[in-house]
């Protein structure tokens, strides 16, 4: 077959394509063929034109000399004398030069404001999570309290304070390790467990992925984005990974009715890091 | 990969059938103390001496035969590890495996009705597929499962060695089996914390995953960026480098003279 | 006769016939590795037209809606406008999938070839002198592009956009001192910040796109301007340029070549599902998927991310956390190199003078070796992000295989470095291709702190 035979062919297989394309797109569309035949209509064509060039169209090299890239020193001289012809007459006002340019610097800062408006100050709201008040209820998604009996052993929920489910800085896991493991309060937060119920920020300490892996055999959290790993048992302090920071922890109590509540918030920032998160 | 994950499922569908139905049709009768006898005689030939004659559990020492006490295993446990092959184990230490069930359908009805009778440990959840609920199934599976098992339900790594399975291959009875339970390291989930209803419109999701729409065309894995990238450059780039191949010239490129030679 | 008539009517207003012959006459050296710079502009022009479309039927709003859509496992969740929208051009517009899907796999494979052009670039010496300019206007595109791409899959609000956004909000986040002002100000407050889709609709569809039309003008304009470079053979010199006329021959091979980048890309948008993200759910910060990675081009970002061991530097009560070293600083240093490496390149060699011939790789070790050591150091990156999907595969741990990598990037870049060179010597050697570089790698800190004149 001839190399104009190909071509032809390449262009009359695209025309079908494009025929068959449209008969597909009105019979209620089928995304596979829809590509297939757009890649045969844009493919038909393409093998058709490289095949008429490479076999048709001139395929002689020819050469072509470069000029310098440079401008001639005649034409940089020239230049030259015609912007210092306009400059002199700038620089002789030297007063107004400076006024215009501070005016434009001033104009440029003064742009600058608008874009204050485009979020609040950070603030409190960084550190602080609705669990600060104190002696809220923990829920869980569907706004449902827990008591700490409710939870099973190797179990873990994430629960949110009562009132805010889906705060995205306040989810929390509760979990229940197991009666043969070895769990360690953090010194001082001895008082922070209820019944084998412990609680952390479900927001890794790194870039504040949800760490919602539990190995409840070992008692570790492992972070699904950056492999960060926390052990539950010790305060959920890193134990590889790229997290540098335990996960918050949450002060955990009863109240009257039997039902779990925070004490307060967490024990520090919850999610990343930042440059004044201690401060 | 995939072909052998075909195959598995298949042949866990197989085992379904042949499992389920007979299980399922005695969890409904009073505990039958015949069968629970015939269990015993299971048990104390195939289990005990990892998990003790009487289910109280062994001690692993020195990488000996060992195992936990099946007391709170309960009928869910017992037909999770038994019907998915992961008990009996090789090895005391390692990770059980999903394989060719070592029972039969009626043995393992046996032993799973014995193991109830150990303790206090979960039943086997009822199912009601007819009234399950395919997008809140996929909430819970997001808000639970996705995290280790990722969110196309092939599974995936956790930390030091060990990992989630994969789904597919998991029948209905074993998906709600292993939530209550919490076979190795996966967390249990309690009926307080995932109800009865929620557990089956989950069940429903997680055999949905299995074999979802896939109005894109090839799925090649449904889990993202990793696939979809390694078909970027191994198909498309590589498409791409053959076609400027063929387009432009491909005249060996002769040494460059001596006299031009650079600093 | 209409054409010509019409070519009068144009020209005896504008005068564009000079100019219309002598871009006719325009002479391209024609090899196949010149093309690939082309393939990204095609891509781009796919991303261009896919995109328009796109834009007709998404809905940039993160307000809160109820999906009643034809995907059954959806149904009755709660979710946003964006997604929402996102899901019915998917399931309920007619091509508007494969249409989405070729958006996304042109936006893979711009990237690829803007990568691989840079490749040629860099291996072949082009960007020496006068070429550090579009060197640069370069570097900046393939900048851009990543971010365009980035802002691009984190518009759908599913879940794993929502996880890649919460990552590009930390790590902004770890800068010291301005990091929380910027992310306030980007995301208009908290993470998720109630306004990120909106402004990345903005920055998707008209920022970015309009400075990256501009940046390609002028990359296109300076190529015309400064004329192909040329490898080295009979008949061609640093003075003159070699090859196939613009017309008809090479604006023919042209316009099949973009013919068949939209072929590739409408075939693997049809046959490969790519971004499913009715699988992923809507976005809920409180969840996120195992194997949750990054577009490939983002990937070693991740990776270096996952890479770094849990250091982080904190006195005074201030600290500078953890993501701002791969995240922020790596890089940082990554692009300012790239951005530098044609000055480095000179003060090293002390060349300074104009090239239009280019090199073989073989011709310069140390160029190509520090470029496959560099080029080693990212793939490992890249190969991090799939840290815990290569375990799961291979059933190896994820901690063993983390380990390697963090071993591996001091060990394998200069192991790579090191047989690239010797590989190019033996290579020259064979072919009798004189090597042209004479610098020692031990020279190179030297040669750098004093300029080339010390040597």
Redesign the interface.
Same mark, same amino acid.
């Given at each position: 077959m001839t190399a104009e035979k190909g071509a032809s062919a390449c262009f009359l297989v695209a025309m079908l394509a494009a025929l068959g394309l449209a008969v597909v797109?009105w019979q209620? +569309?089928q995304?596979?063929? *829809?590509?297939?035949?757009?890649?045969?209509?844009?493919?038909g064509?393409?093998?058709?034109?490289?095949l008429?060039?490479?076999h048709y169209?001139?395929?002689e090299?020819?050469?072509?000399?470069?000029e310098p890239?440079a401008s001639s020193e005649e034409d940089i001289e020239a230049f030259r004398r015609d912007f210092e012809a306009g400059e002199t007459s700038l620089r002789s006002r030297r007063f107004l030069l400076a006024s215009a340019t501070g005016a434009l610097i001033a104009f440029g800062g003064a742009l600058l404001f608008p874009?204050?408006s485009?979020?609040?100050?950070?603030g409190v709201?960084?550190k602080r999570t609705p669990y600060a008040p104190g002696n809220i209820r923990v829920v869980?998604?569907d706004g449902k309290p827990?008591?700490p009996g409710?939870?099973?052993?190797?179990?873990?929920? #994430?629960v949110?304070p009562e009132g805010h489910v889906?705060a995205?800085?306040s989810?929390t896991l509760l979990?229940r390790t197991r009666a043969s493991q070895d769990f360690q309060p953090v010194a001082g937060r001895e008082d922070w467990t209820v019944d084998g119920v412990v609680a952390y920020s479900?927001l890794c300490t790194?870039? @504040?992925?949800?760490v919602?892996? !539990?190995?409840?055999?070992?008692g570790?959290l492992?972070c699904?984005?950056?492999?960060? #790993?926390f052990n539950v048992l010790e305060g959920a302090r890193?134990v590889?990974?790229?997290?540098?920071?335990s996960l918050p922890q949450l002060p955990l109590a009863v109240d009257d009715d039997g039902y779990l509540v925070a004490q307060g918030d967490f024990s520090g920032p919850v999610?990343?890091?930042?440059?004044?998160?201690?401060? | 990969m995939r072909v052998r994950g075909r195959l598995l499922a298949i042949a866990a569908v197989g085992i379904t059938t042949a499992v389920a139905t007979p299980f399922a049709a005695s969890a409904q009768q009073q505990p039958d103390q015949q069968v629970i006898d015939k269990g015993a005689r299971l048990y104390a030939t195939g289990c005990s001496s990892c998990h003790g004659s009487d289910g109280g559990g062994v001690e692993i020492k020195d990488g000996g035969a060992g195992g936990p006490s099946l007391q709170h295993a309960g009928a869910a446990g017992a037909y999770f590890y038994l019907s998915t092959g992961r008990m009996p184990a090789a090895s005391s230490t390692e990770e059980p495996k999903r394989k060719e069930p070592a029972y039969t359908p009626e043995e393992i009805d046996a032993l799973v009705q014995y193991v109830a009778s150990l303790g206090d440990g979960p039943e086997l959840p009822r199912l009601d597929p007819a009234n399950a609920d395919l997008a809140e199934g996929g909430e819970v599976y997001r808000?639970n499962c996705?995290?280790?098992h990722s969110a196309s339900g092939s599974g995936?790594a956790?930390?030091?060695g060990?990992a989630?399975p994969a789904l597919g291959s998991a029948t209905p009875e074993q998906i709600a089996a292993a939530v209550r339970v919490?076979p190795?390291?996966?967390?249990?989930?309690?009926p307080?914390?995932l109800s009865k209803k929620d557990l089956n419109n989950l069940v429903r999701y997680v055999r949905y995953l299995d074999n979802p729409e896939d109005? +894109?065309?090839l799925p090649i894995g449904r889990t993202g960026p990793i696939p979809e990238g390694f078909v970027a450059w191994m198909v498309g780039m590589v498409a791409f480098i053959g076609l400027v191949l063929?387009?432009g010239t491909r005249a060996p490129i002769p040494s460059r003279k001596p006299k031009e030679e650079q600093p | 006769m209409l054409t010509r008539r019409l070519a009068r009517w144009i020209d005896s207003r504008l005068g564009t016939a000079k100019l219309a012959r002598t871009v006719l006459?325009k002479?391209f050296p024609?090899h196949w590795s010149f093309m690939i710079g082309e393939l990204a502009l095609y891509c781009f022009i796919i991303l261009l037209l896919t995109g328009v479309y796109l834009t007709f039927f998404f809905d940039p709003s993160a307000n809160l809606t109820t999906y009643q859509g034809s995907y059954e496992a959806l149904r009755g969740v709660e979710m946003s406008e964006a997604y929402r929208s996102a899901l019915e051009l998917s399931f309920d517009v007619? =091509?508007g999938?494969?249409m989405r899907?070729?958006h996304h796999w042109a936006a893979l494979l711009f990237l690829a070839s803007i990568v691989v052009h840079l490749a040629r670039v860099f291996f072949t010496g082009a960007f020496r002198r006068?070429r550090e300019i579009n060197w640069m206007i370069g570097v900046t595109l393939l900048v851009l592009a990543m971010f365009n791409g980035l802002a691009g899959y984190s518009l759908l609000d599913d879940q794993l956009s929502g996880?890649g956004l919460?990552?590009v !909000?930390?790590?902004t986040?770890?800068?010291?001192?301005i990091? #929380?002002?910027i992310?306030?100000?980007?995301? +208009? +407050?908290?993470?998720? @910040?109630p306004?990120i889709i909106e402004r990345l609709y903005v920055i998707h569809i008209l920022l970015i796109p309009a400075v990256i039309v501009v940046l390609l003008t002028a990359h296109l304009w300076i190529i015309v301007?400064?004329?192909h470079t040329q490898f080295s053979g009979p008949?061609r010199r640093?003075?003159? &340029?070699?090859?196939?006329?613009m017309w008809?021959?090479y604006a023919?091979?042209a316009?099949?070549?973009?013919?068949? #980048?939209? =072929?590739?890309v409408?075939?693997?948008?049809? &046959?490969f599902q790519i971004n499913p993200i009715w699988i992923y759910g809507p976005f809920?910060?409180?969840?996120?998927?195992?194997?949750?990675q990054p577009d490939w081009y983002m990937a070693w970002l991740?990776g270096a991310?996952?890479i770094?061991?849990?250091? *982080?530097i904190?006195a005074f009560?201030? *600290?500078?956390?953890?993501?701002f070293f791969?995240g922020v600083l790596l890089a940082g240093m990554t692009f300012t190199l790239l951005y530098a490496w044609p000055f480095l390149e000179a003060r090293v060699t002390g060349d300074y003078d104009?090239h239009?011939l280019v090199d073989r790789p073989r011709q310069r070790p140390v160029r190509t070796a520090l470029g496959v050591a560099t080029l080693s150091f990212y793939t490992l990156c890249f190969l991090g992000a799939g840290?815990?999907v290569l375990a799961q595969t291979f059933g190896l741990s &994820?901690?063993a295989v983390?380990w390697s990598f963090r071993i591996g990037l001091l060990v394998l870049p200069p192991i790579a470095g090191w047989t690239t060179y010797r590989l190019c010597k033996e290579l020259a050697a064979r072919d009798g291709v004189p090597v042209a570089s004479q610098v020692r790698m031990r020279d190179i800190p030297r040669r750098l702190r004093r300029g080339s004149n010390a040597a």
């Open positions: 797109y209620g +569309g995304n596979q063929l *829809e590509g297939i035949l757009l890649a045969v209509t844009s493919g064509i393409g093998c058709g034109i490289v008429w060039a490479k169209m001139p395929g090299e020819v050469s072509e000399e470069r890239l874009i204050r485009l979020g609040p100050r950070p709201g960084l869980q998604a827990l008591k409710e939870l099973p052993r190797d179990g873990v929920v #994430t949110w889906d995205p800085d989810p979990i479900k790194h870039v @504040g992925c949800p919602g892996l !539990y190995q409840a055999e070992v570790l492992l699904p984005c950056h492999q960060s #790993t890193p590889f990974g790229p997290a540098a920071r999610g990343p890091g930042f440059w004044d998160r201690d401060r | 808000a996705q995290a280790c995936g956790l930390s030091y060990r989630a919490g190795g390291q996966m967390p249990v989930f309690g307080d914390t109005p +894109g065309g063929w387009i | 006459n002479v024609d007619r =091509a999938l494969v899907q070729i006068p996880t919460r990552i !909000y930390s790590i986040l770890s800068i010291p001192l990091g #929380t002002w992310t306030s100000l980007l995301f +208009g +407050g908290e993470f998720p @910040g306004d301007r400064q004329k008949g640093e003075n003159n &340029v070699v090859g196939k006329k008809p021959t023919a091979k316009l099949g070549l973009f013919f068949l #980048t939209a =072929a590739v409408s075939f693997l948008g049809g &046959v809920d910060p409180a969840e996120v998927s195992s194997a949750s991740d991310l996952r770094m061991p849990g250091w *982080e904190r009560g201030f *600290e500078i956390p953890n993501p791969p104009e239009h840290a815990d &994820v901690n983390l």
